[in-house]
T-cell receptor, first 120, second 111 residues
Framework: GAVVSQHPSWVICKSGTSVKIECRSLDFQATTMFWYRQFPKQSLMLMATSNEGSKATYEQGVEKDKFLINHASLTLSTLTVTSAHPEDSSFYIC????????????????FGPGTRLTVL | QKEVEQNSGPLSVPEGAIASLNCTYSDRGSQSFFWYRQYSGKSPELIMFIYSNGDKEDGRFTAQLNKASQYVSLLIRDSQPSDSATYLCAVNRGGSYIPTFGRGTSLIVHP
């Protein structure tokens, strides 16, 4: 149980194009999903918290107009990197916590397999 | 002061030994604690979570939590080369859905 998928697993695009990454919780509902970015040999960096039916909450320094997040259902969140540039090349990882299992402070995050984005 | 601290390593242990990974945290309101394993080029994978002081065992893994001293550790018994990875410690404050991750400790198990 608690499987999270991401699509695509890798993508190469030209500078200036937009790329959409999907994150799905396959066997549970997730009110909240998280988007992370990780550069080589660096730690996870939380980009934003995605809440079903409402606007995402972005971390400081993350451009919300560049990284568009849509959490349209309890099993799907999407991250769109708009007008991508080579510096956006990174490993993007989503995670999700099962809804309805909340005991305060004890949500467990399950990670998707990640999407490797390369912008030429 | 970083909220969740881990020694970046690498920690090198011989095959069959016990690997001990440590994590300290600064927020006394923290209530839930997680260990994730991340292989190079892959996403993190949950190993264990622990909420109460003391030890929690799952197979070769034991998580130890000491809230008074604000540390959580992960012991890996009978270490195998396949355990070589980066181990991430994550801490949730009570009432928060967003864990704070440490930078991870790189573990190398050599034959």
């Amino acid at each position: 149980g608690a499987v999270v998928s991401q699509h695509p697993s890798w993508v190469i695009c030209k500078s200036g194009t937009s790329v959409k990454i999907e994150c799905r919780s396959l066997d549970f509902q997730a009110t909240t999903m998280f988007w992370y970015r990780q550069f080589p040999k660096q730690s996870l960096m939380l980009m934003a918290t995605s809440n079903e039916g409402s606007k995402a909450t972005y971390e400081q320094g993350v451009e919300k107009d560049k990284f568009l997040i849509n959490h349209a259902s309890l099993t799907l969140s999407t991250l769109t990197v708009t007008s991508a540039h080579p510096e956006d090349s990174s490993f993007y990882i989503c995670s999700a916590s099962p809804s309805g299992s909340v005991i305060i402070g004890t949500d467990t995050q399950y990670f998707g397999p990640g999407t490797r984005l390369t912008v030429l | 002061q970083k909220e969740v601290e881990q020694n970046s390593g690498p920690l090198s242990v011989p095959e069959g030994a016990i690997a001990s990974l440590n994590c300290t945290y600064s927020d006394r309101g923290s209530q839930s604690f997680f260990w994730y394993r991340q292989y190079s080029g892959k996403s993190p994978e949950l190993i264990m979570f622990i909420y109460s002081n003391g030890d929690k065992e799952d197979g070769r893994f034991t998580a130890q939590l000491n809230k008074a001293s604000q540390y959580v550790s992960l012991l890996i018994r009978d270490s195998q080369p396949s355990d070589s990875a980066t181990y991430l410690c994550a801490v949730n404050r009570g009432g928060s859905y967003i864990p704070t991750f440490g930078r991870g400790t790189s573990l190398i198990v050599h034959p």
